[in-house]
C-alpha cells in the first residue's frame, strides 16, 4: 500500500489512479453529475503554465468543469493548504 507525503492513499477507480481517496470520490460524484447532465465535461489533470521558461512553472489541476450554459471551473481536492498550493 502506497501513501503520500501528506499520508494520503492512491486510489484507482474508473481505470484511473487518484492522488487520494477524497479525489476518487469527487471523480465518482462529478461522474454522477455528467450523467445526470448537470455538467458537459470533466477534463482531468489539466495543466496550466503559469511562468515560461526559463524558470517554467506549471500548476497542474485536479479537475476542469464544464458547465451546460459554458462557464468551467478548475477543482483542485486537497486535505489542507501547503504552502505551494497557496502560491499557485
Excluded at 479525489?23 to 455538467?39: G, N, P
Aim: proline share 3%; aromatic share 12%; with cysteine.
Amino acid at each position: 500500500m502506497r501513501y503520500g507525503k501528506y499520508n494520503n492513499k492512491r486510489t484507482k477507480w474508473n481505470g484511473r489512479v487518484f492522488a487520494s481517496k477524497r479525489e476518487a470520490e469527487v471523480a465518482k460524484d462529478l461522474e454522477t453529475a455528467k450523467r445526470a447532465e448537470k455538467i458537459t465535461n470533466i477534463e482531468y489533470q489539466p495543466r496550466f503554465l503559469l511562468i515560461p521558461k526559463p524558470n517554467k512553472i506549471e500548476y497542474v489541476a485536479d479537475f476542469r468543469i464544464t458547465y451546460l450554459d459554458g462557464h468551467e471551473e478548475i477543482w483542485d481536492v486537497k486535505g489542507c493548504q501547503t504552502d505551494v498550493f497557496k502560491l499557485k
